[in-house]
């Protein structure tokens, strides 16, 4: 496999999350969590075209989606909100149900139903208080808990399935999926992947390959997850097994999407908050986005029918 990534941007974002492909628009879409802002710039193959545009807000934006018609769904610590324009006014969905002072929305995106999906990361992380929600027609539901950092939401080509991964647990589940109803039920461990090793850090000598953090399918079923800490991502067969290993440029990867005309581009995002001085050293484009051309194309992005 050709592991020749282009970066896509040139300012870093702080902790790069939530990628989509924009078809009509030929986009990439994406937000900067602890920077507060939204961000896309048009993609011609491996190259940007134009300049990248920022959305500054008031308050961390955990994931996106696209609107049918054009807008975007943000689930924004305050609450899930809609907006009909980049830069537009933000309306209100659907209130946080958590404490805001210690949880926020994390990552999430469209079933294949057009329903919106969030999970909260509980910051503090000694208890697993983070919840996956969905939101509806009928306003929002819980639809499963007992996670730390709610991550890796994906569904399988044929959306019976469903992917959710707890980050801290290094843990990748999935279940079976009514479409109908968008309940899930039957969770099975996907992929567990070894702990990370006491008193570990950037440059220890003891191997480490990173924790699950967003993910996106293929369209033969494979589950690709970004491997926060781990320098690379993981292709993951329909039954959990790890098909290939694909190194990248920047000690933590945060979510892939596919993308491009054909959706044989693989982006991914990336992040630099709170790594240390001699990391960033070496990987001086950690929080750039890079691209990567794959022979298996991605699934088009699911979009909300508000």
């Known amino acids: 496999m050709n592991t020749a990534w282009t970066r896509i941007t040139s300012e870093p974002d702080q902790l790069g999350e939530s990628p989509f492909w924009h078809p009509q628009e030929q986009r990439l879409y994406w937000v900067d969590i602890p920077g507060k802002r939204l961000v896309r710039v048009a993609v011609d193959g491996l190259q940007a075209q134009g300049a990248v545009e920022y959305w500054p807000l008031n308050e961390e934006v955990g994931c996106i989606a696209p609107v049918q018609g054009g807008g975007l769904v943000l689930a924004l610590r305050s609450g899930i909100h809609l907006a009909r324009a980049w830069g537009g006014p933000l309306h209100l969905l ?51 808990d007992g996670v730390t950092t709610a991550n890796g939401l994906a569904w399988s080509p044929n959306g019976r399935t469903a992917y959710w991964a707890d980050t801290a647990a290094h843990q990748i589940r999935a279940f079976d999926f009514d479409p109908a109803s968008g309940q899930l039920s039957g969770g099975r461990v996907f992929h567990q992947m070894a702990p990370k090793p ?109």
Not at 123 to 139: S, T
Not at 225 to 240: C, D, I, K, N, V
Not at 278 to 287: H, N, R
């Open 198 to 306: 006491a008193g570990w850090v950037w440059g220890s000598a003891t191997p480490y390959g990173g924790r699950p953090d967003g993910a996106a399918v293929d369209a033969e079923g494979c589950y690709w997850s970004a491997q926060y800490e781990g320098q690379r991502l993981l292709r993951l067969s329909p039954a959990g097994e790890v098909l290939a290993e694909v190194p990248v440029p920047a000690m933590c990867p945060t979510m892939p999407c596919f993308g491009g005309p054909d959706l044989r581009t693989l982006l991914v995002t990336t992040a630099r908050h709170g790594r240390s001085a001699a990391e960033l050293a070496q990987y001086p484009d950690a929080g750039c986005v890079f691209a990567l051309r794959v022979e298996v194309p991605g699934l088009p992005v699911s979009t909300c029918p508000l």
């Open 94 to 144: 659907a209130a946080a149900p958590y404490d805001t002072g210690k949880q926020r929305f994390n990552d999430g995106k469209c079933d294949p139903q057009g329903r919106f999906w969030a999970g909260s990361l509980y910051e503090p992380k000694d208890q697993a208080l983070g919840v996956l929600y969905m939101l509806d027609a009928q306003g929002l539901h819980e639809r499963m």
